[in-house]
């Protein structure tokens, strides 16, 4: 059983930056493709970036690509997901989670576990 812990959220003007962290404990976090997703008020929980289990392969949603960049540090059993020039429609719910293939990546389903995850406000 593994559980993610996210932190790094807040509330931040439009054009700024976040890094947000998410900590694994209970499994062999370098064994697992890690990703973030996202939720909104109102809408569906939908993909922002992934990573492979060795840092080698990232994805990112159109939305975010160019703006957010997906890492991670298998010795700290974490994952980043910094996020510059933040616009307010990147405002939602951010969750991390973790697979063990990140064959289907932009999918919720294809995730085991989820963190409880971090609000994010972008105000224009």
């Known amino acids: 059983q593994v559980q993610l812990v996210e932190s790094g959220g807040g509330l931040v003007q439009a054009g700024g930056s976040l890094r947000l962290s998410c900590v694994a404990s209970g499994g062999t976090f370098s064994s697992y493709a890690m990703g973030w997703f996202r939720q909104a008020p109102g809408k569906e929980r939908e993909f922002v970036a992934a990573?492979?289990?060795?840092?080698?392969?990232?994805y990112y949603a159109d939305s975010v690509k160019g703006r957010c960049t997906i890492s991670r540090d298998n010795a700290k059993n974490t994952v980043y997901l910094q996020m510059i020039s933040l616009k307010p429609e990147d405002t939602a719910v951010y969750y991390c989670?973790?697979?063990?293939?990140?064959?289907?990546?932009?999918?919720?389903?294809?995730?085991?576990?989820w963190g409880q995850g971090t609000q994010v406000t972008v105000s224009s």
């Open positions: 989670a973790a697979s063990l293939t990140i064959a289907r990546a932009m999918f919720v389903k294809n995730y085991d576990y």
């Open positions: 990573i492979s289990w060795n840092g080698g392969s990232t």
